[in-house]
């Protein structure tokens, strides 16, 4: 089974810029998050879908963040405007359906604003 | 509330040491526990998850971990260490009901010295 795929790896922006970066997950699965990390704060929960309904937007992370499921197997994280601050590796990951489930995780996109 | 500690930040120990690395909770009802490990350059794996019944829960590349309600804690295990061992551990928790997200502690990072 293919794994959660992210594109693309690397991303380069100009501080201003809306960057969209996408996720696949694993088929069949039905919870999606988006991860963001960082040294200082660790992984912080941006955002969940649960059966492409929104569970969760990440409280702090609304205001440039917006997550959307728009099918079962693709996700995308807009950020817009960018901001220095939000140089970071971005993870995604899927579940099958549960709590009891174990997430997969994406490679991770690593994202940088100029 | 719920919050995940992984009070040691750095672990270092010579190659063929067992380790432990410590995990505690803070959750008020039965908690659902997750190791997971990252690899230098990679993203987050998954080890090993506690959800009931036997407290010693063996996972993938010979961990294991044991749950103690007693004290609230999670710890993970292996003996012995291998040098290829060195990677960053995260402790997770999941609530369960109906919110499937994750919390994650900040993460030990493993030294194992040849």
């Known amino acids: 089974d293919a794994g959660v795929t992210q594109t693309p790896r690397h991303e380069v922006a100009e501080k201003g810029q809306t960057i969209i970066l996408k996720c696949e997950p694993v088929?069949?699965?039905?919870?999606l998050f988006w991860y963001r990390q960082t040294k200082i704060q660790g992984l912080e929960l941006l955002s969940y879908f649960r059966s492409k309904s929104l569970m969760e937007d990440g409280g702090a992370f609304k205001d440039r963040f917006k997550a959307e499921m728009l099918n079962s197997s693709f996700s995308t994280l807009k950020i817009q405007p960018t901001e220095p601050k939000d140089s970071a590796v971005y993870l995604c990951?899927?579940?099958?359906?549960?709590?009891?489930?174990?997430?997969?995780f994406g490679p991770g996109t690593r994202l940088t604003v100029l | 509330a719920q919050s995940v500690d992984q009070p040691d930040a750095h672990v270092t120990l010579s190659e063929g040491a067992s380790l432990e690395l410590r995990c505690s909770y803070s959750y008020s009802a039965a908690p659902y526990l997750f190791w997971y490990v990252q690899y230098p350059g990679q993203s987050l794996q998954f080890l090993l998850k506690y959800i009931t019944g036997d407290t010693v829960v063996k996972g993938t590349k010979g961990f294991e971990a044991e749950f103690r309600k007693s004290n609230s804690s999670f710890n993970l295990k292996k003996s012995p260490a291998h040098w290829s061992d060195s990677a960053k551990y995260f402790c997770a928790l999941n609530s369960g009901g109906s919110n499937y997200k994750l919390t994650f502690g900040k993460g030990t990072l493993l030294t194992v010295t040849p």
């Open positions: 990951a899927s579940s099958l359906l549960g709590g009891t489930y174990e997430q997969y």
């Open positions: 088929s069949g699965h039905n919870d």
